[in-house]
């Protein structure tokens, strides 16, 4: 049955996930309705079950909530349907395992109100009660990861993955999020931030949970999925800042060494370490090329937001200004390969005994070919990446 405090056209949709919570799916609806009481505020209860198969959804229906069936498993595939499915211009969303307290939710309301577009409960300025986390999530997993995104995206939330949080509907329905794991709540807080909404942090107790089965967080491997999702998603940090220190510092090195070797007292750095320079150069110009095309398919894909970098990069990087570029370092290191061919002539093409000389043009003539053709053909993947419907694209 419906409950007297459903509205056919409710303002707050209270959201709760559900794999197998019968024994604290019925409280958490008790006190969500009990809000909805006290508040006056017209809303409904949405139960997005993930396949539950000891009883909750008979459970939450007896108890006035709505019960929708989401087949797709995974904690992002049962908030996804739940969002769409909401009839509220807002959701607060919360885990269905009574460790939050869905009767004192009025400053959630509040700051949606005042027109935030994603209020994120914080457990660590609210409090944790003791029990209710385990002791590896709390000092290592939630800050590394919080400080890790708030560092690549330049977030103001200091608990990245608190379950309880509110949002507007639409604006979070808009960010076509497509995670289906516990990442979910990175990927939520991280594309709010890159489309430039307003967040704010309000504090939130966590309490222990009210399940004697084990919960269906995996501390290693769902761990490893929210940071795998913050470096996939911050091509800056993966790709572009590693690439562009190890290129400076290759490259310094390369062109000191591919004059004379560096000597420091009994320590001789020569062709070897001119060669060790040589590769530093070309897998730092891969990971840029990797960052340069990553941000081409993100923003086409909708992913994120067109930005400035991104138009300078379609401005000056054509195809046909990448192809002249790479035919270049192609040429130019085919040119010294040449110049070597003519010096090994001269001697007769025998033995040449000074290897010194001659692998410090080998070596750079190696490393412009590469580098040449890594241009040549980025240019032609960029290409490719930008052959897209335009409808995908987000301004």
């Known amino acids: 049955m419906q409950s007297e405090y459903s509205s056919s056209n409710p303002e707050l949709t209270i959201l709760m996930p559900c794999l197998n919570e019968a024994e604290t799916i019925g409280i958490c609806i008790d006190k969500a309705i009990k809000f909805l009481s006290v508040s006056n505020a017209k809303g409904e209860v949405l139960i997005a079950d993930n396949g539950s198969i000891d ?15 989401v087949d797709q498993k995974g904690y992002g595939s049962a908030l996804v349907s739940g969002i769409k499915a909401a009839k509220g ?19 959630f309301l509040t700051r949606l109100h005042e027109g935030f577009d994603l209020v ?32 690549f995206f330049r977030i103001p939330v200091r608990d990245f993955h608190c379950g309880l949080r509110g949002f507007n509907r639409e604006k979070i329905l808009a960010l076509d ?30 309490y222990p949970d009210g399940r ?20 996939l998603f911050s091509p800056k940090w993966l ?23 560096i000597i420091f007292s009994s320590v001789r750095l020569d062709i070897h370490t001119l060669t060790i320079c040589g590769f530093g150069i070309i897998l730092s110009y891969q990971l840029l090329i990797f960052a340069v ?35 270049f370092l192609i040429l130019s290191g085919i040119a010294l390969i040449i110049a070597l061919f003519i010096y090994w002539g001269e001697k007769s093409f025998g033995d040449i005994s000074d290897l010194s000389f001659t692998f410090r043009i080998l070596i750079p003539a190696a490393v412009l070919a590469t580098i040449g053709f890594q241009t040549l053909f980025a240019a032609f993947m960029m290409s490719t990446l930008q052959i897209v419907d335009h409808r995908l694209r987000r301004n």
């Open 55 to 69: 009883g909750s959804q008979k459970i939450a229906a007896e108890k006035g909530a709505r019960v929708i069936t």
């Open 89 to 107: 211009k807002y959701v607060i969303m919360g885990d269905a395992d009574d460790s939050y307290d869905f009767s004192s939710l009025e400053i």
């Open 120 to 151: 994120m409960g914080n457990r660590f300025s609210g409090g944790v009660k003791a029990g209710a986390m385990p002791v590896l999530h709390r000092y290592l997993g939630n800050p590394v990861l919080s400080f890790t995104g708030s560092l």
């Open 177 to 206: 999020l497509r995670t289906e794991g516990m990442e979910f709540a990175s990927e939520m807080v991280v594309k709010a931030a890159l489309f430039h909404y307003r967040i704010t942090e309000v504090p939130t107790i966590l």
């Open 212 to 231: 004697t089965r084990a919960p269906h967080l995996r501390t290693w491997h769902d761990g490893w999925r929210h940071l795998r999702f913050l470096l």
């Open 239 to 261: 790709f572009m800042f590693p690439g562009i220190i190890l290129f400076t510092l290759s490259t310094l090195l390369f062109a000191l060494l591919a004059v004379n070797p």
């Open 293 to 327: 095309l990553s941000k081409i398919f993100a923003v086409h894909q909708g992913l994120i937001p067109n930005d400035k970098m991104y138009d300078r990069i379609e401005i000056f990087f054509s195809l046909e200004k990448g192809i002249l570029i790479g035919l």
